[in-house]
Structure formats: C-alpha cells, structure tokens
C-alpha cells in the first residue's frame, strides 16, 4: 500500500483538545482518547486510602506510568497468587486479559493508564463500593451516558 497524503478525507481531521472527567468513588479518570479510537488513555487520580476494585478483563489490557503520588499494584503473578507491587516512577506495569490486578493509593497520587479501548466486561471480583460488574451497559450507566 502506498502512503499519498493527498488521497486522506481531510474532514475528519480535527485539533481540537479533549479531556472527558469521570467520577469514581475512588477519585476520579481524566480520559484524554476521545470514545471510538483503537486505543484508550487515561489518567486515573486514586485518592489516598482508596482503593479500585480488584478486576480482571475479559478483552481489554493495561499499561499504568505513576506521575505522582505512592500507590500499590496489587497484581496476579504466574502462579496465580496476589502479589503486592509498589509502583516506581520511572516504570511501565503491565496487565494482561484475565489477570487479577488492583491500585491501592498510599497517599493521593494520580497514574497514566493507556489500553485497549473500553469494551468487554470488567470482572469486579472484590469492590469495596458494592459496585457490579461493568458490562458496556453498566459502563455507560456509571459515567452518566444513560
């Protein structure tokens, strides 16, 4: 396939900026990917003595860069047990369909998460918001889209 720049529908082209804020009980997401790309950022601000759900994904990945703060990775290993990790900054942690993981903030701290985008279900095996599941339906409902 040839690269011609003149043969591109200009019209989609757009520079305007975007940031979308969503509530969580635990803090808050910064998403900075506007909705319908191949790829998903976002920054996640865990306030201190919070914690995410523990999680596993049934389609989607994660990587996470900790900006500031003190916060814990508590991650699934090869062997199936938890491991708590203490994020460094400085590093990439990475998570893969299936395996367990959950943040635990220290103090307040904020961490870049970039992934696959936002579909498929997020398994909440342990919430301490009592939240269920969040299927696609449940996703939109929480961030106010129905």
Known sequence: M????????????????????????WGYELHWVPEGMPYM????????????????HDIKQESYWLLNGECNLILENSKGELETIRL???????????????????TDCDIVEASTPEMGTTWRLEDDYKRPDETPDQRKKERGEI
């Open 88 to 106: 460094e900054k400085g590093k990439g942690y990475t998570t893969v369909v299936g395996q367990k993981h959950r943040h635990q903030a220290i």
């Open 2 to 25: 040839n690269f011609d720049p003149k043969n591109f529908d200009h019209s989609t082209f757009t520079n305007k900026p975007y940031v979308k804020r969503v509530e969580k009980p």
């Open 41 to 56: 950022g976002k920054i996640l601000h865990v306030n201190a003595g919070h914690r995410l759900s523990l999680q596993a």
